[in-house]
């Protein structure tokens, strides 16, 4: 971590590598060779990703090389005048000894240009190709706000949530982006301060780990966080005073990833005292996992913490990763057509898994055709771990034989972690990692290398350890994996390898470990198959299931068939007969548990979903709840529990509450139930509940974007008016008020034309539902029509005139 005039180096850095054609560290080592000024590739590496102060030999090596490698290519690169001149770079290498942040607003200003360029500086994961940027792959992402005493959920948009709620506990499953939406929401703030210099709405970011907070020896939080910016290199001991006053006023937004990967509840304890000295205007979002949630954090003084749910991607989020990523043609329609199974569909809408699928769509087999895609999370971390550790994203790549060791050497690392006397170890302290590699085996000795060396490709070259901190000057710093999930394949990899009763053994310690082992046992299933044989995964499947009143282990066994990603399981007649005896008794005992269960399996054998489903729509009382958990799964027999669910009788809210989980939902059953349900036939008697249907399915089918629901929204916009003081007068007014409101969410000019049409609308309700609609779509129609109303007199026009200067915010006019 730097301070901001050292960021100013970093950002010409990337610059100047960018405009020599963005070579690889080991062209960039080679040339500076050439040059006589050799620099360690971790050096450059380091410089490169912005961490600590580099040295000035660093520096200058990298210049000269940049030079070098311009000069080399077969058509040179022209740089301008001054650009590789070493006394400006001197010059600027120096700059970051100048006085640091003195007052508040120098510590706000310098925590926001930390910020707003943390994300450039780390770089992006592996995968994500070049030309990609952070802000094209940013998306618009929706959090579930789950009350602590009953009251109803509610889902709304991230930055919203953020920005009107003081502390928040941020949930989610692995892959979900927890970390990339911290990040990001840091340099949206950051970038905001910077934009309007002087303003105090906006808080300034301050992004840790939790694990970093919960380690300092302070005594109250305003200390540990001004005492860590200090040690990051961020801000001077002088600036302490100023971070105290400014977190307690809520001019600082406190983001604290990582509450799950807390090493021992020692930690846990550390981090929780201190937030009990939390000053009453404490703003903080802390991220963890689901799994293994233990509660939030004391409240101590001032609001009580809020948990919120990050929702998976939907369709739009999806078919948005998808058109940015630089696929050809051929690859991305094939990806989308895959996408439409059921176990890819569920993949694609966990973000980091999406990511990786559509890095695995850009490898065209030999001889053309459609690509390869794996069919569960287990095969697509297999893909991806080969991936990384032939680097061919970084030629020269490394012999596949090499990345079978190397595989073979982190499935024994991970499990070592894993099984810590104390729980999961996340962090891995260094000499640690040394110790693991050498304990094994086989595989390490077959490649050949010291357990530093192997370390050294399995960080810096692979990129699968990264270092918790700063590794420069010598600094020695634990490892993480690149993602936890990653870690949780190589332990399943690594067991399911060992001798069956060594593997029996282990699965008899961590079916009740907690829910941290809940993906690790359901890849063990299908690693077991693959590796060993249909035999001895049925023979796994027995051994959880056989003892009597295990709810644990039955809901293990089933997971591990919906990592196989089939609807027909092949099993003996027998071992079905026992998962299906066994779910039976788990769903009449729990049917939240079960529920729960089937939600993190995207795919599951049909007696399995029919079972449970058959039970679900009996149980009236809790169909929201269940609708809620398995909204977003794509099995048929959910569709049908969704549709009774939302028509049942009872609480028209309910009601609305099921449909809204409608949103996602593919398939042409959805469509007609919901565009039933928009036209309600009984409006003349005033029924609570077809209008409630009514708002619901405009909800949905706006958020849908159905192509299905355009012509059939566009014909209700436009549909004859009755006349006033008629029957069914009312009614036909709401139906084409609601047919403009979904018209609004859809893109594209039929839904344009519609909108446009619908501002001459004899009723205000339509015209001003229809000016809403509007915004964003910039075309010379739309902008002569706002254009228009904006000359309207004021209150006495035809719209309401907030509405139209909105509009015309939104597409650059002057209103």
Known sequence: MLHE??????????????????????????AAIREGYPVSRSALHDLQRGRGRPHWRTVEGFVL???????????????????????????????????????????????????????????????????LTPAALDQPRQVRHAPRHGAPTRVTGWESAATTTPRIVLLADAGYGKSWLLRMYARHLGRGILERPGEDAIPAPVLLRCGELAARPEATLGAAVAAHLTWQGLLPEESHPHVVRLLGAGRLHLLLDAYDELPDTAARSALHALFVTAPAGLRCVVSGRQAGYPGPPPDGVGPAWEEHHLEPFAEPQTRAVID????????????????????????????????????????????????????????????????????????????????????????????????????????????????????????????????????????????????????????????????????????????????????????????????????????????????????????????LLEPEGQPLRTAHAVRMLGDLGERAAALDPLVRDLTLRRWRELTAADPVHAVRVVASCRVLPDDIMDLLVEFLVLDVDNHTLYALHLARHPHPSVTDFLIRAADRPGDPTDGFVVMTTMTNRPGAAVLEYLLEAFRPVTWHLNRARDETRHLAAVQALRDRRDPGALAVMIAAAEQERAEAGENTWWRDLRIRTGAVRVLGGYPGDPATAALLAATGDAESLVRNEAMTGLAGRDTPEVRAAVLAALREDGEDGRFDPQAVREVARSLGMRD
């Open 5 to 30: 005039e050292v960021a100013g180096l970093h950002e010409a850095v990337a610059a100047l590598h960018e405009a020599v054609g963005a070579p690889s560290l080991d062209e960039l080592t080679a």
């Open 65 to 131: 090389a940049c030079a070098a490698h311009a000069r080399s290519q077969p058509r040179p690169v022209r740089l301008e005048a001054g650009r590789t001149d070493l006394e400006r770079w001197r010059r600027l290498h120096q700059g970051g000894r100048r006085r640091a942040p003195a007052g508040e607003r120098d510590v706000v200003a310098a925590l926001a240009r930390h910020h707003a360029g943390l994300v450039e500086r780390a770089g992006l994961p592996h995968y994500i190709p070049a030309g």
């Open 324 to 543: 940015i990523w630089p696929l050809t043609s051929a690859a991305r329609a094939s990806l989308t057509e895959r996408l439409a199974t059921p176990g890819l569909t569920g993949l694609a809408q966990v973000p980091l898994l999406l990511a990786l699928l559509c890095a695995l769509a850009e490898e065209v087999p030999p001889g053309g055709g459609a690509p390869d895609l794996p069919a569960s999370k287990g095969e697509l971390y297999e893909r991806m771990l080969r991936r990384f550790l032939v680097h061919e994203h970084r030629p020269p790549a490394a012999d596949d034989t090499d990345a079978d060791r190397l595989l073979g050497v982190l499935a024994p690392v991970a499990h070592h972690f894993a099984t810590q006397p104390d729980g999961w170890a996340d962090v891995m302290p260094r000499e640690a990692v040394l110790r693991a590699i050498r304990a094994a085996g086989e595989p390490f000795a077959e490649l050949g290398r010291d357990a530093a060396s192997v370390l050294r490709t399995l960080s810096v070259e692979a990129g699968i350890f990264q270092p918790l901190g700063d590794p420069s000057a010598g600094r020695v710093q634990p490892y993480l994996f690149a993602h936890r999930s990653f870690a949780e394949y190589l332990t399943a990899r690594h067991l399911a390898a060992l001798p069956e009763a060594q593997t029996l053994a282990a699965v008899d310690a961590y079916a009740a470990a907690g829910e941290r082992w809940d993906d690790t046992l359901a890849m063990l299933g299908r690693l077991t198959r693959i590796g060993e044989g249909a035999a001895r995964f049925e023979r796994l499947l027995r051994h």
